[in-house]
């Protein structure tokens, strides 16, 4: 047990979830001064884990997923926790508040979170104003998703939305590092099932072609749902265009089965389930992605319900080269970030292994 574990989470737990995210911001915002040198306690510094991807060099495959700093408000102390890349957002073109709390809430007994925050966020121009001049020691990736106006909003036509994909990206391409389109935002009512539609998708697709933001690596984050068809469909129509990298499948909208925590407790909570209980359908649409597609072209971000080296070295070997978390930070504290890169060394002595990427899909056939 962690001093996190053992005194920490107990008392933060009394609190409200989301009051406790900004808490959390709000300190680690405070504490960019001493970052270097918490980074230098923290990082594990090893070439048998860095990974380049799209002309970037991750100095390990471990970064922070999206959602946790929504506004690049604290990214220099969070890439002090060791990560080896940071991911600000979701950032949509305009500001949005959201949507009404409580929207936020923890399921303990599955190690997990309910999140309906539907994108909050201070827009693409003051994010951008906020991260220029700063210099990470690891990549910054800018997470990108459309505005939430909120459910009584008139919906926007097609190419509004898709302008303000591209707006957005202009904004904030020139402060981060790559760009991770979430076009799967699963408590948006736009967000949800947008590009599930294979002529919108070749629209957007047609449009970041055609938009001039500066060159970054950009990665698709779409939805699990849908199956192996929708992954083809995916890789078909990206297949046409030029400008993604990669892809990464965001948490499914509703309540996934076999959950711990009793439904009386989690029909009353909205939003989408992270941690552990999303792990399996993740790890799925990972293995069916990597499976059929273009390992030479494209790479895979992993999420869901990673805690442990072992979570991290499985969804690598199941088809990631970069991993990212955000839930056991809330579970396991801080420490989590090099318990887990350190462990993933442990793991690679243990079968030989000399450098990450020799792994890097290897459990798919
Ligand atoms: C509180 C919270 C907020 C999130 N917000 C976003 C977001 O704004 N944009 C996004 O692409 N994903 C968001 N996610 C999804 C995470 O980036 C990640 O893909 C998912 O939670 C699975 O990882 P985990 O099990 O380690 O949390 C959020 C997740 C949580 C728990």
């Not at 600000?88 to 309910?114: K, M, T």
């Not at 904030?172 to 699963?186: E, H, I, K, Q, R």
């Not at 799925?284 to 059929?292: K, S």
């Not at 989590?336 to 450098?355: E, Q, S």
Request: glycine share 10%; with cysteine.
């Amino acid at each position: 047990m962690s001093f996190y574990t053992s005194v920490l989470r107990p008392a933060l737990f009394r609190l409200d979830p989301e009051r406790v995210h900004h808490l959390a911001i709000g300190l680690a915002a405070r504490a960019g001064a001493v970052a270097p040198l918490l980074r230098a306690v923290t990082a594990v510094d090893d070439p048998r884990l860095a990974v380049t991807v799209g002309g970037l060099t991750f100095p390990t495959p471990i970064g922070l997923s999206a959602g946790f700093d929504k506004n690049g408000d604290a990214v220099a102390s969070l890439a002090a926790l060791g990560f080896g890349f940071v991911e600000v957002g979701s950032v949509s073109a305009e500001p949005s508040n959201g949507n009404p709390p409580p929207r936020l809430f923890r399921l303990p007994a599955d190690r997990a979170l309910a999140v309906a925050y539907g994108v909050p966020n201070a827009g693409a121009a003051a994010v951008s104003r906020r991260l220029a001049g700063q210099r990470l020691p690891v990549p910054l990736g800018l997470n990108i998703v459309g505005t939430n106006r909120g459910p009584g909003a008139p919906v926007i036509c097609d190419d509004a939305l898709i302008a303000e994909y591209m707006q957005a990206a202009r904004l904030l391409a020139p402060v981060s590092d790559y760009l991770m389109f979430n076009l799967s935002c699963p408590n948006t009512t736009d967000g949800r099932d947008f590009f599930a539609d294979p002529v919108r998708l070749d629209a957007w697709l047609t449009a970041l072609d055609e938009t001039d933001y500066a060159p970054r690596p950009s990665f698709l984050k779409v939805s699990p749902l849908g199956g192996v068809a929708m992954i083809e469909q995916l890789l078909e129509i990206v297949g046409r265009h030029r400008k993604i990298t990669g892809f990464m499948f965001n948490l499914p909208s509703g309540k996934p089965a076999g959950l711990t925590t009793p439904r009386a407790v989690w029909e009353r909570m909205p939003g989408a389930v992270s941690g552990p209980p999303s792990a399996a359908l993740l790890d799925d649409c990972l293995v069916e992605c990597c499976r059929r597609m273009d390992r030479g072209r494209y790479v895979l971000f992993a999420s869901g319900g990673v805690s442990t080296a072992a979570d991290a070295y499985a969804k690598i070997r199941k088809g990631a080269s970069l991993v990212a978390l955000l839930t056991a930070l809330v579970y396991e504290g801080p420490g989590v970030v090099r318990r887990v890169t350190r462990g993933l060394l442990d793991l690679m002595d243990r079968d030989g292994v000399k450098h990450i990427s020799e792994v890097v899909g290897v459990d798919v056939r």
